[in-house]
């Protein structure tokens, strides 16, 4: 670092006096006090007051996937676990008090959650750098944190809590740009596999947000902002002697998006045998339904079985199978059924189910996640006229409603994930 500074004064036009000697003087006070400034102008691993830590993560895949009409081949960023680099700075204030910050963002080419038929490098405005966390934070040991900034909720991650495998869970993450593909001879239209299982995990923004101290295993989580949002999380954890235990619950108010959610996670492993059970679930309450008649609430569950053993020196390994059953998500919203004319539908009822098998292999040494998946979705939904084909007015349902069915999804996906 010092040299680093010495040839920034160099380049600078301040050189070094000629003769050696102590450093004493005008000019050797100055030299001292210009390296002081440019080495906590630096990055490094903090500074006199601050530490510094650098993260991050590169996780790309290869994915096969067919959705009734086409098949293709695409490399993505997995958004399971995006590719990220971050910042993580604190400072002890005293014993009890301490304070920081942490700055991350993701770089996503092709992610997987933006990928469709029509774009195999995900949507346009999707590849950019994005911004995830910058916030600041205050810690008491007795008080808890509070935290002010772009950051996750309270209930971010509340679904997908997994003792076992890491790179699956409740969300769709692969065909959720994907749009359904009706079978037989039915019209084409503008809905998505996404939107028949629409956000069950939760999202960051700008939020005020408080984390109690760990009690007896027990964490409260709360957040408030962006419009008025607001959430509350409990999360509990607890070892036995043979058994480990993970779980949250959580309650959202998303007023931004006209909808609130009750959800949750859980996850036990035996650890001598490596078996474990991760499930999840949700209701929600969607406020935002353009048909008039419209009463569903949508809910979900999902589940993991599978084993994590030690096959090799290497790292763990862990095999699993999974089931997803999702129902009456976005019942309500307008689709688009793409005949002669787009003509305004409304949807009344959806159901989508999957299934899948992975298997994962840790490489400890070098803080790599080799994974290889495969993935089923079906589904089947109703969609009833609407009366105006005026996009802001309410959809007054028009007849009785049509019963379609989607063309099975399904992917193959193999991928690494490299941390560091």
């Known amino acids: 670092m010092i040299i680093i500074a010495m040839m920034h004064l160099i380049a600078s036009g301040i050189w070094l006096p000629a003769a050696a000697g102590p450093a004493t003087g005008p000019c050797c006070d100055d030299i001292e006090s210009r390296i002081t400034e440019i080495e906590t102008s630096l990055a490094r691993k903090g500074n006199r007051r601050t530490s510094l830590r650098i993260y991050g993560q590169v996780n790309r895949a290869i994915m096969a996937w067919d959705d009734g009409n086409e098949?293709?081949?695409?490399?993505?960023?997995?958004?399971?676990?995006?590719?990220?680099?971050?910042?993580?700075?604190?400072?002890?204030?005293?014993?009890d008090w301490s304070?920081?910050?942490?700055?991350?963002?993701e770089a996503i080419g092709a992610g997987s959650n933006f990928v469709s038929a029509d774009f195999d490098d995900g949507l346009p405005g999707n590849n950019d750098v994005k911004l995830r966390h910058s916030y600041w934070y205050l810690t008491n040991r007795q008080f808890g944190r509070l935290s002010i900034g772009q950051q996750s909720q309270a209930t971010d991650n509340i679904t997908i809590i997994n003792l076992g495998a890491q790179m699956n869970d409740g969300a769709l993450h692969y065909n959720?740009?994907?749009?359904?593909?009706?079978?037989?001879?039915?019209?084409?239209?503008?809905?998505?596999w996404g939107a028949l299982a629409f956000t069950v995990d939760s999202f960051r923004g700008n939020f005020v947000r408080y984390d109690s101290p760990v009690q007896d295993g027990f964490l409260i989580s709360a957040a408030w902002g962006e419009d008025d949002f607001a959430d509350i999380a409990l999360r509990y954890a607890k070892n036995w002697s043979q058994f480990r235990f993970a779980a949250g619950f959580g309650y959202m108010n998303n007023r931004e998006r006209d909808f609130s959610d009750l959800r949750g996670s859980a996850s036990l492993i035996h650890d001598p045998s490596g078996i474990y059970l991760s499930v999840a679930g949700g209701l929600r309450d969607d406020q935002g339904s353009v048909v008039v008649s419209n009463t569903d609430l949508g809910h979900f569950q999902y589940y993991q079985l599978g084993v994590k053993t030690s096959l090799t020196s290497l790292g763990s390994t862990t095999f699993y199978g999974d089931l997803g059953h999702y129902d009456n998500f976005n019942v309500g919203k307008?689709?688009?059924?793409?005949?002669?004319?787009?003509?305004?539908?409304?949807?009344?009822?959806?159901?989508?189910?999957?299934?899948g098998i992975g298997l994962e292999q840790n490489l400890d040494a070098a803080g790599v996640l080799l994974y290889a998946q495969y993935h089923h979705y079906d589904a089947r939904f109703s969609a009833v006229g609407c009366t105006t084909e005026v996009f802001s007015a309410p959809c007054i349902p028009a007849g009785d409603p049509g019963d379609f069915t989607a063309e099975p999804w399904q992917a193959a996906v193999v991928g690494a994930r490299v941390q560091f």
């Open 334 to 355: 307008e689709i688009r059924l793409m005949q002669t004319v787009a003509t305004r539908h409304g949807l009344t009822d959806s159901t989508l189910e999957r299934w």
């Open 99 to 105: 304070a920081g910050y942490r700055l991350e963002i």
């Open 71 to 95: 098949t293709n081949v695409y490399e993505v960023d997995n958004e399971t676990s995006t590719t990220r680099l971050g910042f993580i700075g604190s400072a002890q204030i005293t014993s």
């Open 176 to 192: 959720n740009r994907f749009d359904v593909k009706v079978t037989g001879n039915g019209p084409a239209m503008k809905l998505t």
